[in-house]
């Protein structure tokens, strides 16, 4: 039982920093395109004919997507597995 504790504590451990990287990783990406917006979309503009209108509502969705995957693939994990921890140990401890 212990042993399984252990994997249980290693992947909550996994999904918490890989949900803390993300999150750092899409609002990095955010303040840039937010600062850096006027090139982006000339860009855009420039390369694939698309107006800034257009790029902005595509990099709003692009960015509401990732926050959703985040959450999704990252936190909803964490707290799977954090629930299942507490589980097993009030388990272990009953016993």
Do not use: R
Not at 3 to 16: A, N, R
Not at 24 to 33: A, C, Q, S, T
Not at 51 to 62: F, V
Not at 68 to 84: G, K, Y
């Amino acid at each position: 039982m212990c042993h399984h504790l252990e994997k249980i504590c290693h992947k909550k451990k996994f999904f918490i920093k890989s949900f803390i990287i993300s999150l750092v990783l899409l609002i990095i990406f955010w303040l840039i395109g937010m600062f850096a917006y006027e090139f982006f979309a000339n860009t855009a503009y420039k390369m694939y004919g698309i107006d800034a209108e257009d790029y902005a509502k595509n990099y709003a969705l692009i960015m509401c997507l990732w926050k959703i995957l985040i959450i999704q693939f990252t936190l909803v994990p964490a707290i799977a597995m954090s629930m299942l921890e507490k589980q097993m140990k009030k388990e272990d401890y009953e016993k």
